[in-house]
């Protein structure tokens, strides 16, 4: 099992980004994926998830209006497209994968984890 990151890079300020999510080694369909981040000093959070199907989706307050998660299964992706982005959106952003039918949500216990994408905002 295999979540791989990337995407992330320095940006201004109002800039966007569009993270990518790639998965190996097992079936994309069956799990809900999460995006999380942590910044330096800070706890890890909860950012978007979408759930197996995708018919579902949730974001952070810091995230709605902002970011736009989807998942494309048949090529093992899931995206985070990031707009208007914040110095406060510096961090690094992780996936994580949950088998998991119907809605998702962040503050379930996802089982598989990536090695995170840097993404910093300058102002």
């Known amino acids: 099992v295999q979540l791989v990151e990337s995407g992330g890079a320095l940006v201004q300020a109002g800039g966007s980004l569009r993270l990518s999510c790639a998965a190996s080694g097992f079936t994309l369909a069956y799990f809900a994926i999460g995006w999380f981040r942590q910044a330096p000093g800070k706890e890890r959070e909860g950012v978007s998830c979408?759930?197996?199907?995708?018919?579902?989706?949730n974001h952070a307050d810091s995230a709605k209006g902002r970011f736009t998660i989807s998942r494309d299964n048949a090529k093992t992706t899931v995206y985070l497209q990031m707009n208007s982005l914040k110095p406060e959106d510096t961090a690094v952003y992780y996936c994580a994968a949950l088998r998991l039918q119907g809605v998702c949500s962040m503050t379930l216990r996802y089982d598989y984890w990536g090695q995170g994408t840097q993404v910093t905002v300058s102002s």
């Open positions: 979408i759930s197996s199907s995708g018919s579902y989706t």
